[in-house]
């Protein structure tokens, strides 16, 4: 197997990029790395917002390991499940991660679910806690993408744009290989190259966008949960489109429709819908509330002008 790596209208040529570091005669995978750095970050930063709004961090650290530990199981579920011709005929290898094979809708989802038990368990607010959840996650997924740059994988079909990027065809798996990347395919000193659309590096730089938004917006946010509602709208957009480009899609059996480019559209249905109407009943609230506090004014007017024509009254 050849480890280069290139970006040739960027002028980048990585030599030698391999999937793993050897420390101590054991093989760690840089995905399992830059996994577990994410999630690390992740805690530190639970921990510092719950200290700095005056929550209890240990709170935090309960809820995520179990999301972890739920959001691994539920991204690796939601991959075999969609590409069980791969496991099939060994059933054993749906438990090796090593190769990668992680779908992050399946991890948010299993997440999703740890958190929510926890939460009402623990009696916390809800819109907090996914609010803070939202910015977690969309920090984990942009940092993990970086991945799947070490195991050459999620990429698009053939482009010659100004992010290209070249692999050697030996280090990809072959079923990601489309008939368009092999028709372009180029032989240098006598190994064979394919150039793919970067889409691990798209859905990366449109994470680190969404997540200096949010983080951004925080502060203003109108209500508890919102930040939540605005990453799953933000992110569903984003990986409706890169997920049409991809050439490892997830395919629903029968139809053979991505299910991840699917799930994106419900979700910024839903997301769009949901956001439209708490804003609606909030206006109804603020518009409610207001209409009874001119009331109790008029109300309190009209005892003050009584009293003041009684006392008049009274004067004569």
Same mark, same amino acid.
């Given at each position: @197997?050849?480890?280069?790596?290139?970006?040739?209208?960027?002028?980048?040529?990585?030599?030698? %990029?391999?999937?793993?570091?050897?420390? =101590?005669? =054991?093989?760690?995978?840089?995905?399992?790395?830059?996994?577990?750095?994410?999630?690390?970050?992740?805690?530190?930063?639970?921990?510092?917002?719950?200290?700095?709004?005056?929550?209890?961090?240990?709170?935090?650290?309960?809820?995520?390991?179990?999301?972890?530990? +739920?959001?691994?199981?539920?991204?690796?579920?939601?991959?075999?499940?969609?590409?069980?011709?791969?496991?099939?005929?060994? *059933?054993?290898?749906?438990?090796?991660?090593?190769?990668?094979?992680?779908?992050?809708?399946?991890? /948010?989802?299993?997440? /999703?679910?740890?958190?929510?038990?926890?939460?009402?368990?623990?009696?916390?607010?809800?819109?907090?806690?996914?609010? $803070?959840?939202? %910015?977690?996650?969309?920090?984990?997924?942009?940092?993990?993408?970086?991945?799947?740059?070490?195991?050459?994988?999620?990429?698009?079909?053939?482009?010659?744009?100004?992010?290209?990027?070249?692999?050697?065809?030996?280090? !990809?798996?072959?079923?990601?290989?489309?008939?368009? $990347?092999?028709?372009?395919?180029?032989?240098?000193?006598?190994?064979?190259?394919?150039?793919?659309?970067?889409?691990?590096?798209?859905?990366?730089?449109? +994470?680190?966008?969404?997540?200096?938004?949010?983080?951004?917006?925080?502060?203003?946010?109108?209500?508890?949960?919102?930040? &939540?509602?605005?990453? @799953? &709208?933000?992110?569903?957009?984003?990986? =409706?489109?890169?997920?049409?480009?991809?050439?490892?899609?997830?395919?629903?059996?029968? *139809?053979? &429709?991505?299910?991840?480019?699917?799930?994106?559209?419900?979700?910024? !249905? !839903?997301?769009?819908?949901? $956001?439209?109407? *708490?804003? @609606?009943?909030?206006?109804?609230?603020?518009?409610?509330?207001?209409?009874?506090?001119?009331?109790?004014?008029?109300?309190?007017?009209?005892?003050?002008?009584?009293?003041?024509?009684?006392?008049?009254?009274?004067?004569?």
């Amino acid at each position: @197997m050849h480890y280069d790596i290139s970006f040739p209208n960027l002028g980048i040529y990585l030599e030698h %990029v391999g999937k793993s570091i050897s420390i =101590f005669g =054991f093989e760690i995978a840089y995905y399992g790395i830059i996994i577990g750095s994410a999630m690390l970050i992740g805690f530190l930063w639970a921990f510092h917002d719950a200290k700095k709004t005056g929550q209890n961090p240990d709170d935090y650290l309960d809820l995520g390991l179990a999301g972890i530990i +739920c959001g691994i199981v539920g991204a690796r579920i939601y991959y075999v499940v969609f590409s069980w011709d791969m496991y099939k005929d060994n *059933i054993l290898n749906v438990f090796n991660l090593r190769e990668g094979g992680l779908a992050i809708y399946g991890g /948010v989802i299993g997440a /999703v679910i740890a958190v929510l038990i926890g939460v009402k368990m623990k009696r916390m607010k809800v819109g907090v806690v996914f609010d $803070m959840m939202a %910015v977690l996650i969309l920090n984990g997924q942009m940092l993990g993408r970086w991945g799947n740059f070490f195991n050459r994988e999620v990429f698009g079909d053939y482009t010659d744009s100004l992010l290209a990027m070249r692999l050697p065809l030996d280090a !990809v798996r072959p079923q990601d290989v489309s008939d368009l $990347m092999r028709q372009h395919m180029v032989e240098i000193e006598g190994v064979s190259y394919i150039q793919v659309e970067p889409t691990f590096l798209y859905e990366s730089l449109w +994470c680190a966008a969404l997540l200096i938004f949010l983080v951004a917006y925080r502060r203003h946010k109108k209500y508890d949960g919102e930040i &939540f509602l605005l990453y @799953m &709208f933000g992110y569903g957009l984003g990986r =409706f489109w890169i997920e049409g480009i991809r050439t490892d899609q997830l395919l629903l059996p029968g *139809i053979g &429709f991505p299910v991840s480019q699917l799930l994106a559209a419900v979700i910024v !249905v !839903v997301t769009t819908a949901a $956001m439209i109407l *708490i804003r @609606m009943r909030k206006r109804k609230d603020v518009r409610h509330n207001g209409e009874e506090h001119q009331e109790e004014h008029g109300e309190e007017r009209d005892e003050e002008r009584d009293e003041e024509q009684g006392e008049k009254q009274g004067d004569k």
